[in-house]
């Protein structure tokens, strides 16, 4: 977008140390090339331009379903557009930021951002030591300026002006006897360098979080008790050089959640209203418990591991007896909210069912639409008419030994349970209900529902060192854009026509005349600039001797705009 | 139940649109009034070539960078231009109304927030409400002291416009706030985000106008019109880098306090759900338009446009990420459901 323009590269201010024309090119050996490229990927206007790049390349990350966030909704995706799934799936559309382009385009902007704060802290370390520049030639023709004569000798004129500029907190310098150079705003730069340096501190934050930093989620119904280990997480997602032997050994038990929902109708009915769930935590296996309440926005913190309350669902609780009424399956079964009104997907898993196995999959619907027009629909998200609806298979259920998540049935190697006349068995039960199954097959109790808490254990080792550095960031970008750098000369001279004095103010007469011209530079827009050129003449104005001062600062309209 | 307040929150709301209403009209007026008359627009049009002269011959001299161009004065139409009392009087009069309209809104926004209890804005209709009573007391604030009277009727007008669709489209009763909103973080990052948005909407009226002055600028008309009694281009660029450095300074707030609320909220401060997507890509584009301003060689013009397309994300960030079912993520607190 920006880089197509035919003026040359130039490097950014601060950057510019070496800015000269560029001669016919002579060729370039490897080594010069390799130079010309640091130079390109180290200017301001690739930096620019990568900027852009990686804003339109974050969004198709926004549009497309990804797996790090939501890896069901992608499964969906690809089956829904089977032609062009494929191609955007090579060509990691799925997984955008972890995806090689995205990566090499903001792998390039820290290189050229490291490229480019190296050199310019070591111009900003000089030039915090260096004084300032010498007077220019030519005062007038700097951005503001004024003159004024004066009857003070140019001594005492440059001390007048030494005092005005000290007030303004300028640093100070004589390289002769008849001018004054005077700089201040070094913090603008330091407060740029601090900005990027601290970009840098945020990336250092994310991959340390990464590599040291772990997560691991349960669905823990009402009632229940979980240990944590490596091995009792639903799911663990640990960093490279996690040690999951040494997870936090705490015990977690869910006694009751608290869930409220919006049932006034109209706009927003059904939302939730309350998440709470109380839990006794103890700390490690043979300490005692203690209450805690985990609630969205209020974790608790475990051993450096915050415990966070994410999700939450219907667990019903499920009994499948065989012919004889034996009991060949109880347990509270999780089933995963699929809408707002937890209209939720499970799988009831029954290997020990013969001469079959039995498998049930269907959903629980927390108030069931009872006629089922468009299919089991739930109306509302609290329990307030549950019911199961439930289609039978029967068959192979671990088809290759290979293995499986609990919340789908692999129905390669199963049939659907039909009724004596043919037509698919289809099970609905209030709580309480039994459905005798078709063909001896036994039975299925639905005795009661229970609530889940879907509850995530988290560390972010890499957390304070980004928020630090985010901290420094935002100061630094503060300083680095509310700072001005400005440059202040002041040069002295004698009157050449000593009458020029003699009429003003009637100081000392036939006393030597001076006359002061001052002259001020900024780097960037900067109405400020005009006011201390202005409050230098002012100084002038209110020592005793001035004589016809005749400054005549510019512009004099700007002072009064923006 | 405080539902009288919410409903007098209401009438405020109302009252204030039909103020708002008022002081869009009494800005035209103004403009109208601005114009220079003929009798000077010969004066002002020599003005405005000299100083072409002047900058062009600068810019020969000096850098040949179009950044350098800087007209000498602020207002290209030059001391020439005065603005009649007419004009002034108008543009006062419009000003007085804005402050009304801004004051009923800003007592509407109160009044809800007093009837829920809470930070009043919670869901799509209170942002937007919330967030054009902030691009109100933004401008109000600014306008008197930079004489911005020429800059109402295209801050009022997106005003109403916000308030009109928030009442016919995004209207929701007064109620509790979903759990994941409940937090005091919820009074620092989304005040932070829409007074960002307040700046970058006043960032973007005069970036527009930018354009255009810089386009009059380089082909003068034969007479003069209501643009010329703008401040120059230069000047309207100087203003909107202004402005959008506030922004981008209160975005990248917005943007860290967003980060530190997703760690207590959801466990992990970044996790590219497609609201922190879009923010980020806010932020990238801003960054790059100061990039852009602070690269010599760089076209204000084009910097300007990235600025623009800035405003355009963050636009897409307000109505179809929150809106669309496509950008399915962990912020859906839009309340439309």
């Known amino acids: 977008m920006t880089t197509d323009t035919p003026v040359k590269p130039r490097k950014g201010k601060g950057r510019a140390k070496d800015q000269r024309p560029e001669p016919a090119l002579p060729d370039l050996g490897p080594l010069e090339l390799l130079r010309w490229g640091w130079r390109q990927l180290t200017s301001m206007r690739t930096a620019l331009f990568l900027l852009l790049l990686l804003s339109i390349a974050a969004v198709p990350g926004s549009i497309f379903p990804q797996r790090n966030i939501d890896a069901g909704r992608v499964a969906d995706y690809i089956a829904q557009n089977p032609t062009t799934s494929p191609w955007l799936d090579r060509l990691g559309f799925f997984d955008v930021y972890a995806s090689v382009w995205f990566s090499a385009i903001y792998l390039l902007l820290f290189i050229s951002l490291v490229g480019c704060i190296v050199p310019r802290t070591k111009v900003h370390v000089a030039a915090l030591r260096a004084r300032p520049p010498k007077a220019p030639a030519r005062l007038h023709r700097l951005d503001e300026h004024a003159e004024l004569t004066t009857s003070l000798s140019p001594d005492e004129a440059l001390a007048v002006a030494r005092a005005a500029l000290k007030r303004k907190r300028f640093r100070l310098h004589s390289h002769d006897g008849v001018s004054l150079s005077g700089e201040s705003g070094y913090l603008r730069e330091t407060g740029n360098l601090l900005f990027h340096l601290a970009l840098t501190g945020i990336i250092i934050g994310m991959a340390v979080g990464h590599v040291f930093g772990w997560r691991g989620d349960i669905i823990l119904a009402e009632g229940d008790k979980f240990a944590s280990s490596a091995g009792t997480y639903n799911t663990i997602s640990p960093g490279p050089w996690v040690d999951t032997e040494s997870l936090p050994p705490f015990v977690l038990s869910l006694d009751k959640l608290h869930v409220e929902f919006n049932e006034t109708p109209g706009r927003g009915f059904g939302q939730p209203r309350l998440f709470d769930a109380q839990t006794r935590l103890q700390r490690d296996p043979g300490s005692p418990a203690s209450e805690e309440t985990v609630s969205v926005n209020h974790p608790i913190a475990v051993d450096g591991a915050d415990i966070f309350l994410l999700g939450n669902g219907y667990t019903p609780v499920v009994t499948v007896r065989d012919a004889k009424g034996t009991v060949l399956y109880r347990e509270a079964t ?210 005793i001797d001035t004589a016809t001062a005749t400054a005549e600062p510019d512009r004099p309209a700007e002072r009064t705009e923006s | 139940m405080p539902n009288s307040l919410a409903a007098n929150a209401n009438i405020a709301l109302y009252a204030s649109m039909i103020v708002y209403t008022l002081a869009m009209l009494a800005f035209t007026w103004h403009l109208a009034a601005r114009a220079p008359k003929v009798a000077d627009s010969k004066v002002l049009a020599e003005s405005t070539v000299a100083e072409r002269e002047l900058v062009g011959a600068g810019a020969a001299a000096g850098a040949p960078a179009p950044a350098e161009r800087r007209p000498a004065t602020p207002y290209a139409a030059g001391p020439a231009f005065e603005e009649s009392l007419r004009s002034r009087q108008r543009g006062s009069i419009a000003l007085m109304l804005t402050y009304l309209a801004t004051a009923l809104l800003v007592a509407s926004v109160v009044m809800r927030g007093v009837a829920v209890s809470r930070p009043p804005w919670g869901n799509m209709f209170e942002f937007a409400t919330a ?71 006043l960032a973007f009226a005069v970036g527009v106008l930018y354009l255009v002055r810089l386009r009059r600028e380089d082909k003068p008309p034969a007479k003069p019109g209501v643009l010329e009694s703008l401040p120059s281009a230069a000047a309207l660029e100087r203003t909107a880098y202004s402005l959008n450095m506030v922004g981008f300074i209160l975005w990248t707030f917005t943007l860290i306090a967003g980060a530190i609320w997703a760690k207590q909220a959801w466990g992990a401060y970044w996790q590219w759900d497609p609201k922190e997507v879009w923010t980020f890509v806010i932020w990238t584009v801003y960054a790059a338009y100061m990039h852009g301003r602070a690269t010599a060689g760089v076209d204000p013009r084009r910097s300007m446009y990235i600025a623009l397309a800035g405003y355009v994300a963050v636009i897409i960030n307000f109505t179809l990420v929150n809106l669309v079912s496509t950008f399915v993520g962990m912020h859906n607190y839009s309340g439309m459901s």
């Open chain 1, 334 to 543: 999780p089933f995963l909210p699929q809408d707002g009104n937890y209209r939720s997907l499970g799988v009831i898993k029954v290997p020990s069912a013969s001469p079959k196995q039995l498998g049930f999959t269907g959903f629980f619907l927390p108030t069931a639409e009872p006629t089922f027009a468009n299919g089991p629909a739930s109306i509302f998200p609290d329990a307030k008419n549950p019911e199961l609806a439930l289609s039978v298979w029967e068959g192979n259920l671990f088809p290759g030994g290979a293995p499986q998540s609990v919340y789908t049935l692999n129905t390669d190697e199963m049939k659907q349970v039909t009724k004596a006349d043919g037509s698919p068995a289809l099970v609905r039960l209030k709580p309480g209900q039994t459905y005798q199954l078709p063909g001896d097959r036994g039975s299925i109790t639905f005795d009661n529902v229970k609530r889940f808490a879907g509850l995530s254990v988290r560390t972010d080792p890499g957390a304070p060192i980004s928020l630090v550095s985010a901290i420094l960031a935002t100061l630094g970008l503060i300083l680095g854009l509310t700072i001005k750098r400005r440059r202040v000369f002041v040069r002295v001279r004698p009157a050449a026509d000593p009458t020029a004095t003699d009429g003003g103010a009637g100081g000392r007469t036939g006393s030597p005349a001076t006359v002061v011209t001052i002259g001020g530079l900024s780097k960037d827009s900067d109405p400020g600039l005009a006011a201390i050129v202005t409050a230098i003449v002012t100084a002038f104005h209110t020592t």
């Open chain 2, 131 to 201: 967030a054009a009573a902030a691009v109100g007391v933004a401008y109000s604030v600014l306008a008197r002291r930079n004489r911005w009277e020429w800059l109402g009727v295209f801050i009022v007008t997106p005003i109403l416009l916000v308030l009109g669709l928030s009442l016919t489209v995004l209207y929701t009763e007064a109620g509790e706030l979903m759990p994941a909103l409940k937090s005091y973080w919820l009074g620092i990052h989304v005040s932070v985000a829409f007074l960002a948005v307040a700046f970058f909407t």
